[in-house]
């Protein structure tokens, strides 16, 4: 008998296809007759023109999600730049979008799916099963040769129902402990985890215990998704996989999500610490460590 060290191809295939969809399934997918709900969550740091950008031009029945506005409570100093929205809240915005009972979700962005996950996350935190990342977001979309359209997409309403809990967070206390009781990864760029830069909140570091791991790293140049194998190697690494309790923060709780769908595309069930940095720095008492 064989004796095997990892799970088989088609395990590593049906587990990432709980996350991630290619630009060729998803034209398949809409062309059928229970297309998914499509969101577009074009975002970034500093950037304020998403919406023009989705105008501009976005996958075929895509509708534009504002992370800012819907897929965050409103910034404070105590809760983090990107609270988590009250349910109530997220469940009239998900009816919005169009999103129903029973039917799929995809989320894209054109930053490799790190303003994308947000969505991903919340709403399978919400308790909607079936969402996936366009894997490679716009520009595998275009490079696989399909079309955009322009203009605003309203969609008729939802009546999807939300319950907040389906995945696992933690809190600042609990973050303090996780680097003694498991892996505390920190997801943003490793200038900023080792305190070099700070461009938006008020100290420079990162929790005592945590391990740098950007959330860049987990994407090919062309920002798809690494493969299950490289994935996995990259995380044993860090002391993240598969049995071992993993938890990921990172500014404000955006791109942390990415790293959250990156482990679940291998099987690594992680908890996510919605305040991230932007709490923890604002808290005058919790402890900063600086370096790499």
């Not at 996958?59 to 609270?83: C, F, K, Q, T």
């Not at 049995?243 to 790293?259: F, I, N, Q």
């Not at 069930?269 to 305040?275: C, D, M, R, S």
Request: a negative charge; one cysteine or more; hydrophobic letters at 45%.
């Amino acid at each position: 008998m064989t004796e095997t060290t990892g799970p088989t191809n088609e395990a590593d295939d049906a587990t990432r296809a709980a996350v991630l969809v290619d630009a060729l399934t998803l034209a398949a997918a809409l062309a059928g007759d229970e297309p998914p709900v499509l969101l577009d969550v074009r975002w970034a740091l500093g950037r304020t023109d998403g919406h023009e950008q989705y105008l501009a031009g976005h996958l075929p029945g895509a509708v534009y999600v504002d992370l800012d506005a819907e897929l965050a409570a409103p910034p404070s100093a105590a809760h983090g730049r990107h609270p988590l929205p009250d349910v109530a809240a997220l469940e009239a915005s998900a009816r919005r979008w169009g999103v129903r009972e029973g039917v799929a979700v995809v989320a894209y962005d054109a930053s490799g799916g790190t303003s994308a996950a947000r969505a991903w996350w919340l709403l399978r935190w919400a308790g909607v099963p079936d969402v996936r990342l366009l894997d490679g977001g716009l520009a595998a979309w275009t490079a696989a040769g399909l079309s955009l359209e322009s203009g605003e997409v309203a969609p008729e309403p939802g009546d999807v129902v939300l319950t907040a809990g389906a995945l696992p967070t933690i809190d600042a206390d609990a973050a303090a402990r996780w680097g003694q009781d498991g892996a505390l990864l920190d997801a943003r760029a490793g200038e900023r985890y080792a305190g070099e830069v700070e461009p938006v909140d008020p100290q420079a570091g990162h929790i005592p215990g945590a391990v740098s791991a950007p959330t860049g790293e987990n994407l090919t140049e062309d920002g798809a998704f690494l493969p299950a194998d490289r994935l996995r190697e990259r995380f044993r690494a860090l002391g993240a996989a598969a049995g071992a309790p993993v938890a990921v923060y990172c500014g404000s709780g955006v791109t942390a999500a990415h790293e959250v769908a990156a482990l679940a595309s291998i099987g690594v069930e992680a908890a996510l610490y919605p305040g991230s940095w932007s709490q923890w720095s604002n808290d005058e008492t919790r402890p900063v460590a600086t370096g790499r």
